[in-house]
């Protein structure tokens, strides 16, 4: 079947503009997490995804980021007032069941640059 | 928290040779998984192996092997046979086997050129 889908592949912003990144996960996979990739760097967590209940943003950056998840299969990844250093790569990935106990699998990302 | 290090930013290996990518990580936890992921220049992760740290023996996938040492918190990945389409930056990986945690914390990675 198709893997996890993101759109748009490339988004340039300018500072300040408002910006939304869409992911869509494998079919049926329960849970959904955002990650922030830094230039040459590891995946940051940002949010986590059970269904459409968000259990866990600890690792959103401020709040001028934001996540749903409304009916429990795709994913919105908002940014409002987007800054310099948002630029990165976003990625989504799912799992089948609950957690980490499963693997993830990964969209090919997302990335943002503002200018 | 856990830390993942990989201490090795670049290698270079010929084709057909073997390369060894290291990766140690501090944790408190007993039970948790280790995983590595390579990340090709297209930017899709893509999982190479997964390690259950209750299980022992070392896990393999093809041309990939790890070594899992739990005193020394050590995590190394083993490629045999490197070939071209290897060159690909890997990650190495960890979550605790916990019911409400489940983020992956990252190493930096390593970035692997295979040489023809």
């Known amino acids: 079947g198709a893997g996890v889908s993101q759109s748009p592949r490339y988004k340039v912003a300018k500072r300040g503009q408002d910006v939304a990144l869409r992911c869509d996960p494998i079919s049926g996979h329960v849970s959904l997490f955002w990650y922030q990739q830094a230039l040459g760097q590891g995946p940051e967590f940002l949010t986590y995804?059970?269904?459409?209940?968000?259990?866990?943003k600890s690792g959103l950056p401020s709040d001028r980021f934001f996540a749903e998840r409304p009916e429990g299969s795709v994913s919105t990844l908002k940014i409002q007032r987007t800054q310099q250093e948002d630029s990165a790569v976003y990625l989504c990935a799912s799992s089948l069941d609950l957690g980490g106990t499963d693997t993830q699998y990964f969209g090919p990302g997302t990335r943002l640059t503002v200018l | 928290a856990q830390t993942v290090t990989q201490s090795q930013p670049e290698m270079s290996v010929q084709e057909a040779e073997t390369v060894t990518l290291s990766c140690t990580y501090d944790?408190?936890?007993?039970?948790?998984?280790l995983f590595w992921y390579k990340q090709p220049p297209s930017r899709q992760m893509i999982l190479v192996i997964r390690?259950?740290?209750?299980?022992?023996q070392n896990a393999t996938e093809n041309r990939f092997s790890v070594n899992f040492q739990k005193a020394a918190k050590s995590f190394s990945l083993k490629i045999s046979d490197s070939q071209l389409g290897d060159t690909a930056m890997y990650f190495c990986?960890?979550?605790?086997?916990?019911?409400?945690?489940?983020?992956?914390?990252f190493g930096a990675g390593t970035t692997v050129t295979v040489r023809a």
């Open positions: 990986a960890f979550v605790p086997r916990r019911s409400n945690d489940y983020k992956l914390s």
């Open positions: 995804f059970q269904n459409e209940a968000q259990l866990d």
């Open positions: 944790t408190s936890e007993n039970n948790y998984y």
């Open positions: 390690q259950e740290a209750y299980k022992q």
